[in-house]
Each structure stands twice: as structure tokens, then as C-alpha cells.
């Protein structure tokens, strides 16, 4: 029987997949090896998912960002579900998942998605377990396996699993200004209420074990408790269910599956790095992936700034992946920007962590980007950014011929005003400063002379005169 | 002869601007009077700004943001920058910098700004200096000082002056990667440079104390030799000229002069902590505004972004005021939207470390949105937003209808995945989930009976269909 990437890892074997990130991340396979093996990192990578480019996910490794994609109530056509894998992916997602709700098949739509993606897949079964019932009471632990089990069989790579709220929990809720904001832990809520019976999932973790193990399928153990505003961060009911995931971590590795645990959510700034401290104590060290935290309530519209802050310092402190919120998130479905806007913020924050973490490798990235800019050498600039398309959209929207883009100066401070083009103008061929001698002749370097007009840093006839299109701009300049 | 605020703070007075200062911020007015008098927080207020309700900027204080406005090259009409003024303070910022390097009738525009501005007006006097000569060699002290005492007599609040870089801290930058990035800043090194001869500004230091401390004019020390990348972050010619900016800092309050700060610029985030405390121990607590820092470098497009986790980490380490970046930083002119952008951004950033630092109050903004939210109240949620507009143009994307706006739901989970919804529907008349007694008699709970399909929430003929707009949607739904 193919044993789970944990099981071989704890037998000393090198996997091809392990093999494989060592080399993305410029590691020792051995080193991968014995990060999986003492499950202080996973590679989600289902057997049948044969499309994959194995990754990993662990606090020792490059941060990674997850994006969320998935049918809609009304829309649940194959095609457009893998247009936003595509634009996912494209946009830099190191993991997806799919969280269709939609009434549609949503069987063929997941298996497209394994069947394509380059990039692990992950589920929340809950969801289609719930679109099989009229309603959530009527959920079965045979229906909830039976999901589970199908979904591991397509090739799903982790699924959430909403196993910790149990309903000892759910009384610590009462005095929540926003209660359970997890969808999963709504239900599962909403179920144990109705049912007055303990949380199915819980009950039936070591079956689901069984499955995982099988399949190969790493846990993502849902926070279904997690706060979803700042008064409800870190409350007895977070930390309550977070103690249940240490222990269903333990259940699992002892199955020989693979877990990570999800976490917050909304976090004041202070308390940020304190989650992550106390998940990886109370799960012995099992990777964290962090929704966020967003670090307050203030501003919708722009949710995917307020939690890339918190999961930047997140992800400083520790934490392992990254779930993007959009800037639509608590008021709408994204869009294709929407999701490429949330993308490049957590991919700012991830990498921002990297390379303060000193994250080999990271810092060169930053280091190229700065050349390329000093040397003004746009496209080089455009090229290397995060998002290259957007880089040079915004460049062209003022300075649009091609001559700009060789020019000393953007639109922001202008030629004469242009910091990098003044501090050249002002060096040696070497790129020195002179040291300064105070008594230096005045009269040899008539101040005329050696000024160079802005224009004529540019020579001649290939001057690029201020275009029409910067007279009239509503616009406003840059820092001094 | 009237005495600046930090005079009369000295001699014990608590002056107007002090008592509503005090009002706005919430705290006794001897406070403020204390701040002010040991240095440690600024009112800029020069007493020909009649216009002006002041405010405070120190780090005991709510932090602050500053946008920047100002005529670009080829715009230079009153109106216009007018209209910017009322953009940036319409958006929230606290303090505008008029940073115009335009050839119009700067000074009109200039006293406009100040005419009709609630808020602090800034100036960088070099720029101004700059456009009245051909060359850079061709400034001289005489006009430098006439610059600052007009823009001073016009009733500009405080000035960015260029003092702290000299010239025998040029060779220092030799080895940077994209050397001195401040514009005024890489005047001043060509100026001496050409001139050979000592930075002007720190030649004349004192008598542009003595400027402003007749007009009650605040020094913003500038930051010359700030990094414009993370490689040349903490550098030997950046703490140089910090050294320097501390000794400025105690000759200006000797003159009576008011004092902050400016600080960097590029930082990677494991080191902004430590800039601010740095600057903070050498400059004897002058408030502190920093610019940013960008805790990345490769993601020209979105530095609003990468410089708000800076922003924030470094408020939340005592700087005082945040100067913006909008997404256009790097690439070229900001527009309306890049302004707004860049306001929000950086909103979020001082709010969240107020919230971090636990400044009185500031957590409650957070609780009345959240509260708002649990509520379904979506018009207050809207109203409570930090952009309003935003917020519901972007619900109102997918769900325009009044109805929608007492809807328990909205379209980025749909009504029966919404979360809140089902938590609410789970819990009893009192708010509170029921303590689960594991031998309840399923028979008398019917499944069928008890849960409420989603739109059962919405009471018969109230009912908000699931509009058309929704169905077609290129969405991806939120996090579980």
C-alpha cells in the first residue's frame, strides 16, 4: 500500500515529490525529509493528482498564499471554474481552494480543477455535504464520510476539516459580538444545536484519518471558532478549540496523515504574533496557515490591506501559509481584479516576511528590482515586479511611448525633480562622491557649466519632451 | 512678540490650540501643555494660518497621516489644487504637503492652500528655491533664506528642511545600490558637490530658527540620506545624518523652534522597529513621521501596500505620523483614485496600531462596525466604514437593491452559506447557544421541522429574490 509523504518521510525516505521541493526551495532533501517527518511541515499532494508540482508548507520554508476559488450559487459552469484557476495561479497562488457552493455539478467542476492544477487543491467537504440535504440537521456521519471519502478518491490534496468546535464550545460563544463567523463552524453549530449531539467530524476523526491516510490527504484543520472581529480575538472559545486541534493533531500524525491547522481572522496588531506562538505550542510545531488576521474592523472595501498588515507579521512570527482576503471580503463576491489585488497583497506580506526572516534567497529578488530601478531600466523594472502587467500599466498611464522607457525620470517627480537622475548627474564615473575639499576654487567650477539642465541628461535629439498627455493630469507629486 | 507653542508650553500656558487639541484627542489639556513643552509632540500652527482647527503630532497622541499634494510641472491652476486639498482632506489626511514643482504662480497657490486648509500645510522651500535658479550650483544661502521666510510669512505650518545631510557624509553613500533618493536631499549633494562647499541649509541653520520661531513655523527635519531600498536600509550614511538630525533637533528647540522628524523610506520589516527607536533615543523623542517604510521592494504598483505594514509597525512603535504612498510610487503621477488609495491605505495603518498601543478609543470604532455587521445593519456598516462610498459601491456591486441592504446575507457567501445567518439562526431569543445535553430525545427535534431553509430567514413575501446580476458573475467565493 503507497504510504502518506509523513509515513515514508519517517522512514527515511526521500520521495520524488520531496526531491522535487528541496529543489524549489534550494534546501537539502534531507532536510525536507526530516521537516515532514516530524510534521513540522507538509506536501499536500494527493496520489491521484497527477498534475501536481509538489510544494511544501512549513515555517522553515518560503511562505506560501492560498486563493479561494469556486462555483457560485448560480454559477457552476466547468469552463469559467477553470478560468479562475487559471487566473489564480497566474496571479501567484501556491495553493487553491475550492469552495463551491453552487447548485451545479459540482463533482466534474472539483475534478477539472485536480485534473488541471498545477498547484494543490483543497476542499471544505462540509459544503457539498450541506448541498446534499434540505437542511444542516439532516447531515449524517455516514453522508459527511461518504463526502469525505469521494472528494480524497478525485484527488483532492487537503481538505478543511471543522472538527474542532465542540459542543462544550459552544456556550463560550454567548458573549461574542459576532458569534461563529467560520461558515463550516456555523453549521456544525447549528447542527450540534439541533441535533443535541456532539460534532460529527469529531466523532468521526479516526475514520477520517483512515481516508486521509490512504489518500494521502492533508488535514487543514478548520478554526471554526475563530473571532471574526477584534473583541473577539483570543477569547476562551478560540483558545478552547485550538487545544481540541493540538489533540486532533496528535490523532492524526498517529494515523500517518499530514495536518496542518487553520487560524485567525481578526487580531489587533499586538496580539498577532502571540496566536501564532501559542498554535505552534499547543500543535506541536504543525504548520499554521492564517486567514489573515485582519487587524481591524474599520475598513471594508479594503480588507485585503487591514490582512495582509496582520499576516505579514503573522507569517514574521511563524506561520506557514497565508489564506488571501479580498477587498471584497464582508461585502460581496470577488472578481477577477478583486482576486488579483488580494493575491499581490499576500504575496507582498509572504515575501515581506521572507526576507525579514532573512529567508535564503529571498532578499534578491528586492535587490534586482532596486538595480533595475536605479539603472532606470524599465523594463527590466516591469519585469521582475510582483505584478508586471500592473507595473508598467500604471508607468504607461502618463509616459506611454516607447523613448520613456529609457528615460532618467518617470511622471512622478519629473526630469528635473527626479531623485535617481539628480544623485547620478551628481557622481563620478565611478559612481562616487567626491570627499569634499571646503577650500576648493569657486571660480574653476562656474556653477553654470557644470549644471546640466534636466532635458540634457537626455542628448539631444532623442529628448523626450513632457508629453501632452502629463499637462493636463488631475494629479499630485510624489514624497520630497 | 507672540511665542510659539512650545514657548508658551514652557511658561506654563495652555494655549487655545492646546485646549482643543486636547478636546479632539480626548485627554487633559495640562497633558498636551506637558507633551508639547518637553518636545515630545508638535502643533504645527504658524500664526498666519488663520483657517487652521490644529491638531497634534506626537506619539502619545493618535498617529497621524499626511498626503501630498501640489502643482505638477504642467498643471498649475488654483482650482486644481484646490480641488486636491479638498480630495486629500476629504479622504482623512491630517496634515496636506504642498510639495508643487510647478512653473505657475507657485506662491498663489501656495497661499490658497494655506487660505482655505483646516489642516496643516507643509512645504519643502527647496523646491520652490530650485525653480528660481537655472542650476543647482546656482542656489545660494541669501535665497534659500528668503524662500523660508516668505513661504513662512505666507503662513505655511511646517517645513521640510534638507539640514541634516553634509558633505562629508556623501561618501558614505558610494556604496548604496540606488543612492540618495530623497529629491531635496540629491539637490543639497549636488549643490555641494558642485559648490564644494557645506550643505547651506546646516550652514544657516540657525537663522531659519530664528524664522521659524517667528512665525511659529515646525521643522520636519528631512531625512536626505533615508534608503530607497532594503539593501541600503540602516546604513552607515543614514544613521549619520540621524546623528546629525538630533543635533539639529536640540539647536531648534534652543531657538524655540518646534521639531519632528522624517524617517525612511525602504526598511525590511525585522529592522523598522529598531529605526524608530533609534531615532527616537537620538533625537531625544521629537516626534517621529516617517515615510512608510516599503518593507519590500519588488512590487512597484502596489507600495501603497508594501509601505502600510511598514506604516504600521513602525506607529506601532511610536512614530507619530505617517506620510502616504500611493500605488503609483515609482511609476509615475498619482491621480484622485491613487490619492484615495493611498489615504485609505495608510488609515488602516495608524488606526491598527492605535488599536495595537491601545489608545483610548480607538476600539471602538472597530466594535460599532462589528457590531453593525452581526446586525445586518448594512446602511450603518456603510456609514461607519472608513470609506464609506467604497464599501457600499462595492456591495451594492452584486446586490443594488434597497432590499438588500436589511438582507442577512450579501453575495460573496449567498444567504445559505452566510455564516452569521446560520450562527444566528442556531442560537436562542437571548443570543445563546444552548448547552448540549447529549441525551436529548431526537424525535421531539425533527430535522425537518427545526431548520429553516436560508430563505425562510427572510419572511415569505419580504423575501429578496437571488438577483440576475449575481447569476452571471465571474466570482470566486470567501474563505469558509
Not at 447549528?190 to 456532539?198: A, I, K, L, S
Not at 526572516?357 to 510582483?386: C, H, I, K, M, T
Request: net charge negative; hydrophobic share 40%; glycine share 10%.
Amino acid at each position: 500500500m503507497v504510504q502518506t509523504q509523513l509515513e515514508r518521510a519517517r522512514a527515511g525516505v526521500v520521495t520524488d515529490a520531496m526531491a522535487r521541493v528541496a529543489e524549489r526551495e534550494q534546501v537539502d532533501p534531507e532536510f525536507v525529509r526530516q521537516q515532514v517527518a516530524d510534521g513540522q511541515a507538509v506536501i499536500p499532494a494527493n496520489h491521484a493528482h497527477d498534475a501536481l508540482d509538489p510544494m511544501i508548507i512549513g515555517r522553515e520554508f518560503a511562505t506560501k498564499v492560498n486563493a479561494n476559488i469556486g462555483a457560485s450559487p448560480d454559477t457552476s459552469d466547468r469552463e469559467g471554474e477553470l478560468a479562475k484557476l487559471h487566473t489564480a495561479v497566474h496571479f501567484g497562488a501556491d495553493t487553491v481552494m475550492d469552495l463551491s457552493t453552487g447548485g451545479g455539478d459540482l463533482d466534474a467542476i472539483r475534478q477539472a480543477n485536480v485534473d488541471h492544477s498545477p498547484v494543490p487543491v483543497g476542499t471544505v467537504p462540509i459544503y457539498e455535504a450541506r448541498k446534499h440535504v434540505d437542511g444542516v440537521a439532516d447531515l449524517t456521519h455516514e453522508l459527511l464520510l461518504d463526502v469525505v471519502e469521494k472528494q480524497a478518491q478525485q484527488g483532492v490534496d487537503y481538505m478543511t476539516i471543522h472538527a474542532g468546535i465542540l459542543m462544550e464550545h459552544l456556550p463560550l460563544t454567548d458573549g461574542r459580538k459576532t458569534g461563529i463567523v467560520s461558515r463550516g463552524g456555523s453549521i456544525m453549530a447549528q447542527w450540534m444545536e439541533e441535533r443535541g449531539m456532539q460534532n460529527p467530524l469529531y466523532a468521526e476523526f479516526e475514520a477520517i484519518c483512515e481516508v486521509f491516510r490512504e489518500h494521502d490527504v492533508t488535514f487543514s484543520l478548520g478554526d471554526s471558532l475563530r473571532p471574526g472581529c477584534l473583541a473577539d480575538a483570543c477569547d476562551e472559545a478560540q483558545y478552547a478549540e485550538l487545544d481540541t486541534l493540538g489533540e486532533l493533531t496528535r490523532t492524526a500524525w498517529n494515523h500517518g496523515a499530514q495536518v496542518m491547522v487553520e487560524g485567525p481572522g481578526h487580531v489587533p496588531m499586538d496580539r498577532v504574533r502571540e496566536n501564532v506562538q501559542r498554535q505552534q505550542d499547543v500543535c506541536d510545531g504543525a504548520p499554521f496557515y492564517v486567514l489573515g488576521p485582519l487587524v481591524t474592523d474599520v475598513a471594508p472595501g479594503y480588507d485585503h490591506i487591514t490582512s495582509a498588515i496582520g499576516a505579514a507579521i503573522a507569517a514574521e512570527a511563524g506561520a506557514a501559509m497565508l489564506c488571501y482576503v479580498t477587498p471584497k471580503e464582508h461585502l460581496g463576491l470577488p472578481d477577477r481584479e478583486d482576486v488579483r489585488d488580494g493575491l499581490a497583497a499576500y504575496r507582498i506580506a509572504a515575501h515581506a516576511a521572507d526576507v525579514g526572516n532573512g529567508r535564503p534567497g529571498a532578499r534578491g529578488w528586492d535587490d534586482a528590482v532596486s538595480e533595475a530601478r536605479y539603472a532606470f531600466d524599465w523594463e527590466a523594472q516591469f519585469d521582475l515586479a510582483l505584478d508586471p502587467e500592473r507595473a508598467q500599466a500604471y508607468h504607461d498611464q502618463t509616459l506611454p511611448g516607447d523613448n520613456y522607457k529609457e528615460a532618467r525620470f518617470c511622471s512622478m517627480c519629473g526630469a528635473e525633480f527626479c531623485s535617481m537622475r539628480i544623485d547620478q548627474d551628481a557622481r563620478d564615473g565611478d559612481g562616487e562622491m567626491e570627499s569634499i575639499d571646503d577650500e576648493t576654487d569657486l571660480e574653476e567650477v562656474p556653477a553654470a557649466e557644470v549644471n546640466r539642465p534636466p532635458v540634457g541628461t537626455h542628448e539631444g535629439a532623442e529628448v523626450p519632451d513632457l508629453p501632452d498627455v502629463l499637462k493636463g493630469v488631475d494629479g499630485v507629486t510624489g514624497d520630497d
